[in-house]
């Protein structure tokens, strides 16, 4: 199986712009969650799409945003970017089997977001 | 206090030591434990995971795991040079939905 693309790989703004982010998760998982990395906060959660629909959120303002589509595919939007937003944008998608989530996260590569 | 901590390293060993990485985690309601490699630069790749208290060998790697003092351990043998890397420890509370990472302990192995 392919594993977890996100495009683009590396994208420079500037302050104020906006930014949106895809990822495409392995074949067969329905759940995708976004991670910000940053070297002084590490691996942090962002929010975790299921069905098309938002199921958990991390400690992030209302800036930052997802969505999902029935292809399971998702992306993420950031809005009114702040030089504080430059950090690799993680993906992981999941299996869903039924009603049960299973708790193995495969990344994708990730896009590295550079804000000036 | 984080959710999960890891030892903060950096960690350095020779090759062909055994490398020992540790993790604690606070949430009671996890189940299940993750170790995740990462190389500068790239995005974090699955080791191992464990679910149940004891021992889980996979080749090099021995992940520990004692929920009763909540602690998860990754054992590397015969360290290579290519082990060296950002370890990630994660915790999966599958009720919750949530899964925590700790901040990593980046391992050096000396040729």
């Known amino acids: 199986k392919a594993g977890v693309t996100q495009t683009p790989r590396y994208l420079i703004k500037t302050r104020g712009q906006q930014v949106t982010l895809s990822c495409s998760p392995i074949?067969?998982?329905?759940?995708v969650s976004w991670y910000q990395q940053t070297p002084g906060q590490g691996l942090q959660f962002l929010f975790e799409?299921?069905?098309?629909?938002?199921?958990n959120k991390g400690n992030f303002p209302g800036r930052f945003s997802g969505r999902q589509f029935s292809n399971s595919r998702s992306e993420m939007n950031v809005s009114t970017l702040e030089l504080g937003d430059s950090a690799l944008y993680l993906c992981?998608?999941?299996?869903?089997?039924?009603?049960?989530?299973?708790?193995?996260?495969?990344f994708g590569p990730g896009t590295r977001l550079t804000v000036l | 206090q984080k959710e999960v901590e890891q030892n903060s390293g950096p960690l350095s060993v020779p090759e062909g030591a055994i490398a020992s990485l540790n993790c604690t985690y606070s949430?009671?309601?996890?189940?299940?434990f993750f170790w995740y490699r990462q190389y500068s630069g790239k995005s974090p790749e699955l080791i191992m995971f464990?679910?149940?208290?004891g021992d889980k060998e996979d080749g090099r790697f021995t992940a520990q795991l004692n929920k009763a003092s909540q602690y998860v351990s990754l054992l590397i043998r015969d360290s290579q040079p290519s082990d060296s890397a950002t370890y990630l420890c994660?915790?999966?509370?599958?009720?919750?939905?949530?899964?925590?990472f700790g901040d990593g302990t980046t391992l050096t192995v000396k040729p």
């Open positions: 464990i679910y149940s208290n």
């Open positions: 994660a915790a999966s509370n599958t009720n919750a939905g949530k899964s925590t």
């Open positions: 799409y299921f069905s098309e629909t938002q199921r």
């Open positions: 074949s067969g998982h329905r759940s």
């Open positions: 992981a998608s999941k299996e869903v089997a039924g009603v049960r989530f299973t708790d193995t996260q495969y």
């Open positions: 949430d009671r309601g996890s189940q299940s």
